[in-house]
């Protein structure tokens, strides 16, 4: 077993989403979490201590369900999406913990604009919020967390990309948990702005078309800004089982875990039941380990 030498107890934390007819909460117990990496089939130790499988360094979720779950608890789509927003903040907590390298949350795709004009500018408000929130700010200098956004920003309010501007360049230098938030983003505009971006240099002599490879193509997507840019475990929340024009690139090799939970009904043990799946994974790459 490998240790990365990072053990830390943290106190429960109780989430309140409050309706002007029920209240609701949100309890995420924080185990003592011991970051690892082992091949071992134990998921706990006698201590409760989390062991993240080998090889698992970047994690993506499709956050799906907040509009069901809110449909379920009689609430309107706007506290859906404050409780899914809420919950985004549980699983960094969680997985800057568990010592995991990245962290990509699908936040706001392209095709998300064709909802309603009233939902669409709360998400913006909702985004807004949260980047800008104090506290948000403090908890994730204390964890050394880093923060990159992808996605097309050109189109947002210039107060959203300033907001994204200053809270990247704040926590640039920070070396613990990358987390990537994907706003409005389109998995084949990604792969179209490389494209583009390659025939412009080519146009202006700084390349040839016998440079082009794998690794040049990856250096020109909008994930070039993390050290492990290629999931290795992507989780869908809310039982859908579609790709949802994400990442389409990097996740060319990714294991998928796909959960019927909604999103804001996820917990700590469900996060880490999706961990624990990538554990008896083989990835084989196109290759095999067996000669019949």
Same mark, same amino acid.
């Given at each position: 077993?490998?240790?990365? *030498? ?28 011991? &970051? ?12 409760? +201590? ?26 309107? #789509?706007? $506290?859906?999406?404050? &409780?899914?927003?809420?919950?985004? $903040? ?16 699908? !936040? ?8 309603? =004009? ?31 956004? #992808?996605? %097309? ?15 990247? +360049? =704040? ?10 938030? &994907? #706003? ?11 494209? =583009?971006?390659? !025939?412009?240099? /080519? ?7 016998? %440079? /082009? %490879? ?11 800004? !993390? ?7 992507? /989780? ?24 019927? =939970? ?9 996060? /880490?039941? !999706?961990?624990?799946?990538? $554990? ?6 196109? *290759? ?5």
């Amino acid at each position: 077993m490998l240790s990365l *030498g990072f053990s830390v107890p943290l106190p429960s934390i109780n989430i309140k989403l409050i309706s002007n007819r029920k209240q609701y909460n949100f309890d995420t117990k924080l185990r003592k979490v011991v &970051a690892t990496t082992t091949s071992s089939n134990n998921i706990n130790n006698a201590a409760g +201590e989390v062991a993240l499988p080998e090889g698992l360094k970047h994690v993506a979720v499709i956050m799906d369900g907040h509009r069901r779950w809110a449909k379920q608890k009689g609430l309107t #789509i706007k $506290q859906g999406h404050r &409780a899914g927003g809420e919950k985004i $903040q549980v699983l960094a907590r969680l997985c800057s913990q568990w010592g995991l390298k990245v962290l990509t949350v699908y !936040a706001f795709s392209t095709e998300n604009w064709i909802r309603l =004009k009233e939902e669409v500018d709360f998400l913006m408000k909702l985004f807004l919020e949260l980047i800008g929130s104090q506290e948000n700010l403090d908890e994730w200098a204390r964890d050394g967390r880093r923060v990159s956004f #992808i996605g %097309d920003k050109s189109i947002l309010s210039k107060s959203l990309q300033d907001a994204l501007t200053v809270m990247e +360049e =704040k926590k640039k230098s920070n070396s613990g948990l990358h987390v990537m938030i &994907a #706003i409005n983003y389109s998995g084949r505009h990604d792969i179209l702005q490389a494209t =583009k971006s390659i !025939a412009r240099k /080519i146009n202006n002599g700084l390349l040839k078309v016998e %440079d /082009i %490879d794998q690794n040049l193509f990856e250096q020109e997507l909008e994930t070039r800004c !993390a050290e492990f840019p290629e999931p290795d475990l992507l /989780i869908r929340t809310s039982g859908e089982q579609r790709l949802s024009n994400f990442m389409l690139w990097q996740l060319a090799y990714t294991e998928f875990y796909f959960v019927n =939970k909604l999103f804001p009904d996820m917990e700590e043990a469900d996060f /880490i039941k !999706a961990l624990m799946s990538f $554990q008896p994974r083989q990835r084989r790459y196109g *290759g095999s380990n067996e000669l019949q």
